[in-house]
């Protein structure tokens, strides 16, 4: 009786009829992961929280930043190509808006000291929470590999072009389509590939341990500017270091050292790629334990670094066919290739800005 009468209220009814049109969806917004809101069996599980807009990457610009490093000539540190090269790039960055610092240092190479230069080019330099990107500028001073003109310094269109100028595309982008929140430094680094591969055992140090000798005279310029960065006390979130990431049959497995030390930022960049459909070209397997200039940021700093990186055979081949040869020129560059690096780079860097890497 008294339950009828209740029923029968109808200021009753408007009352709870309120509290369902208005509490209920309040409540909810402190349980996310109900089961309302998970979403269907069938959504794939990459698909990002928040729909970030990511600008195009112009390959054919990247391709021209290639093209232009080479016609320099060899990039061997102190040589006049080298200086030339260096002018030009942080007239590039400046041109795009970053504020660059050059860091000069003696790279004591197995062959005798040689003048080098980091060039490093921070886009809103004041803000405190960072994306590192890395490349390295040089070229090698020998074709080791080749089997003609072998004390003769290779031109390193994929090997030392590749990398930097997808970065350089990046920081154009990043001018005409400005980000907030986060900062990003490019810091391209000297002398990476002036080392003595040749070993005693008849082994390339490729296959060696990473603590011996001779593996240090490779990357010399991130040693230096792991042991004096730019800003005392530098960090950031996380950095990607890029190396051969423009030759035609490039293949980027998971690399050893970032899939130790990175896993998680790692993990994100080739789930983007499979998102964005490069799922057979960043390939989901262990790529093997490449000694390049990630290894020392990660020691020096304790930055996460992954290094995106083509290693299309297995051991001991590793490299493409064209790795320190006189090959590795203009020819052997895939625009797509580069296209696809920079699109899953941007992807990151726009995702990381928005909060939803
Ligand atoms: C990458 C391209 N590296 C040189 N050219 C880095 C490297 C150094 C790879 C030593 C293996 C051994
Ligand atoms: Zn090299």
């Given at each position: 009786?008294?339950?009828?009468?209740?029923?029968?209220?109808?200021?009753?009814?408007?009352?709870?009829?309120?509290?369902?049109?208005?509490?209920?969806?309040?409540?909810?917004?402190?349980?996310?992961?109900?089961?309302l809101h998970k979403p269907a069996a069938s959504e794939p599980s990459t698909v990002p929280r928040v729909?970030?807009?990511?600008?195009?990457?112009?390959?054919?610009s990247a391709f021209a930043f290639v093209e232009k490093q080479v016609s320099f000539g060899p990039r061997v540190p102190g040589t006049p190509?080298?200086?030339k090269c260096a002018a030009w790039l942080v007239g590039e960055f400046r041109r795009f808006g970053l504020d660059v610092i050059e860091q000069p240092f003696v790279a004591k190479t197995y062959f005798g000291p040689r003048d080098a230069v980091n060039i490093i080019a921070q886009y809103h330099p004041e803000r405190p929470n960072r994306v590192l990107l890395c490349a390295h500028w040089d070229s090698r001073h020998i074709a080791d590999k080749d089997t003609k003109d072998t004390e003769k310094a290779i031109l390193g269109a994929d090997d030392g072009g590749s990398g930097v100028a997808?970065?350089?595309?990046?920081?154009?982008?990043?001018?005409?389509?400005?980000?907030?929140?986060?900062?990003v430094d490019f810091v391209l680094f000297d002398a990476e590939d002036l080392g003595d591969d040749r070993s005693e055992s008849g082994q390339s140090v490729m296959m060696q341990a990473s603590n011996d000798?001779?593996?240090?005279?490779?990357?010399?310029?991130?040693?230096?500017?792991?042991?004096?960065?730019?800003?005392?006390?530098?960090?950031?979130?996380?950095?990607v270091l890029l190396d051969m990431v423009g030759a035609r049959g490039a293949l980027f497995p998971r690399e050893?050292?970032?899939?130790?030390?990175?896993?998680?930022?790692?993990?994100?960049?080739?789930?983007?790629?499979?998102?964005?459909?490069?799922?057979?070209?960043?390939?989901?397997?262990?790529?093997?334990?490449?000694?390049?200039?990630?290894?020392?940021?990660?020691?020096?700093?304790?930055?996460?670094?992954?290094?995106?990186?083509?290693i299309p055979n297995p051991p001991p081949?590793?490299?493409?066919?064209?790795?320190?040869?006189h090959n590795d020129n203009l020819a052997v560059i895939d625009r797509n290739v580069l296209g696809m690096v920079g699109h899953v780079v941007a992807t990151v860097l726009y995702r990381t800005a928005a909060g939803a890497l």
């Open positions: 009786m008294a339950l009828a009468s209740f029923l029968r209220n109808k200021r009753l009814w408007l009352v709870l009829l309120l509290l369902a049109a208005f509490v209920i969806p309040y409540l909810m917004r402190f349980f996310p992961d109900s089961t729909q970030v807009q990511v600008p195009p990457f112009s390959a054919d190509p080298h200086k997808v970065l350089l595309e990046l920081a154009r982008m990043l001018q005409q389509h400005p980000v907030e929140g986060i900062g000798q001779k593996t240090l005279t490779w990357c010399l310029g991130s040693q230096h500017w792991a042991r004096t960065p730019h800003r005392p006390g530098y960090t950031a979130q996380f950095g050893g050292y970032s899939a130790q030390n990175a896993p998680a930022i790692q993990n994100r960049i080739w789930s983007i790629a499979q998102e964005l459909g490069y799922g057979g070209f960043f390939v989901d397997r262990p790529g093997g334990f490449i000694t390049d200039d990630h290894v020392f940021v990660m020691r020096g700093l304790r930055i996460p670094m992954v290094n995106i990186i083509s081949a590793a490299f493409g066919a064209h790795h320190h040869t």
